[in-house]
Nanobody, 125 residues
Framework: QVQLVESGGGLVQAGGSLRLSCAASGRTVSSFRMGWFRQAPGKEREFVALILRSGGTTYYGDSVKGRFTISRDNAKNTVYLQMNSLKPEDTALYYC??????????????????WGQGTQVTVSS
């Protein structure tokens, strides 16, 4: 079992930057592949990013690739999402998620075992 708590969300202007954090407890994050998803009101939950256990391999959704960067600090039991060049369409509730095993379906939310409660990101025009 692992508990995940997101933080760092807030209100930013378009073109700005924000860094989200996901703190884990119960088990070390080194035991998991860690991902970020987001969900806007009335929309499906969308894959944002995945980082493997070593931190050497990452995957990104098409809508954020080139603007967002996922990283992890296993010593601090924390995963980060650096968001640059933010757009109004990035507005969503951002969730941290953990999966114990790798699969090619990293974009599928059903593949993840544990979820945080989310942190709100709002990007104004």
């Amino acid at each position: 079992q692992v508990q995940l708590v997101e933080s760092g969300g807030g209100l930013v202007q378009a073109g700005g930057s924000l860094r989200l954090s996901c703190a884990a407890s119960g088990r070390t994050v080194s035991s998991f592949r860690m991902g970020w998803f987001r969900q806007a009101p009335g929309k499906e939950r969308e894959f944002v990013a995945l980082i493997l256990r070593s931190g050497g391999t990452t995957y990104y959704g098409d809508s954020v690739k080139g603007r967002f960067t996922i990283s992890r600090d296993n010593a601090k039991n924390t995963v980060y999402l650096q968001m640059n060049s933010l757009k109004p369409e990035d507005t969503a509730l951002y969730y941290c998620a953990a999966r114990e095993y790798y699969s090619n379906s990293y974009y599928n939310r059903d593949e993840y075992d544990f979820w945080g409660q989310g942190t709100q990101v709002t990007v104004s025009s």
